[in-house]
């Protein structure tokens, strides 16, 4: 399967009925596509995000994440988390920019130091009453693997990862570094 080198122009629509440009005319966009609603690595990864949306603000990107769930289903798990969600339950999405699944998203070592982390947070969480435990068959399965890309306003995919294991996604350092620097930044 070949990789988009572009994106043709479209509206995804979010789990609060929020239509989302892709590629967007004014700014670059960060798609990432993350597992299941409620995976709690997935949940730890955006927390990073949500802690510095400021700074990814400032470098003129938005943040869109794609999650392989229905909408009912991201919003039990979403409710604090101020991103644009999108719901790909056919994984229609996936299947376009050749997102995986794989038994390797667990079976990677490396991906195991977050996976405890991340089940650690949602059982305390889950404890305080914060958020609903994580789903024990979550739809769409648990063998996700992440991907990112960084779309153009033009719609080029400037930069792409696709991960090899479950905790394999751009950190936002890693982001920032990507963004172009521009004049809204000088």
């Given amino acids: 399967m070949s990789l988009p080198t572009s994106v043709s122009p ?3 629509t979010t789990i609060s009925d ?13 798609l990432q596509f993350r597992r299941f609603a409620g995976c709690p690595v997935c949940n730890l990864h955006l927390r990073s995000i949500v802690a510095r949306r400021a700074e990814i603000a400032a470098a003129n990107i938005h943040e869109v994440v794609v999650f392989h769930s229905s909408a009912a289903e991201l919003r039990k798990y979403t409710e604090n988390i101020p991103l644009d969600l999108i719901a790909d339950p056919t994984r229609e999405l996936y299947r376009e920019f050749g997102v995986e699944s794989s038994p390797r998203a667990l079976l990677d070592p490396r991906g195991w130091p977050t996976i405890l982390r991340g089940v650690a947070h949602a059982a305390l969480s889950t404890l305080r009453k914060k958020q609903p435990a994580p789903p024990t068959k979550p739809e769409g399965g648990n063998l ?3 991907a990112d890309f960084l779309i153009a306003p033009d719609g080029r995919v400037l930069a ?7 905790d394999d ?4 350092d890693e982001l920032l570094a990507l963004a172009p620097v521009s004049e809204h930044r000088r």
Wanted: hydrophobic letters at 40%; glycine letters at 6%.
């Fill in 10 to 12: 479209r509206v995804l």
């Fill in 144 to 146: 996700g693997l992440p």
């Fill in 169 to 172: 996604q751009w950190s936002v």
């Fill in 18 to 30: 929020t239509p989302v440009p892709i590629p967007d005319p004014d700014r670059l966009i960060h």
């Fill in 160 to 166: 792409a990862k696709h991960g090899v294991h479950v």
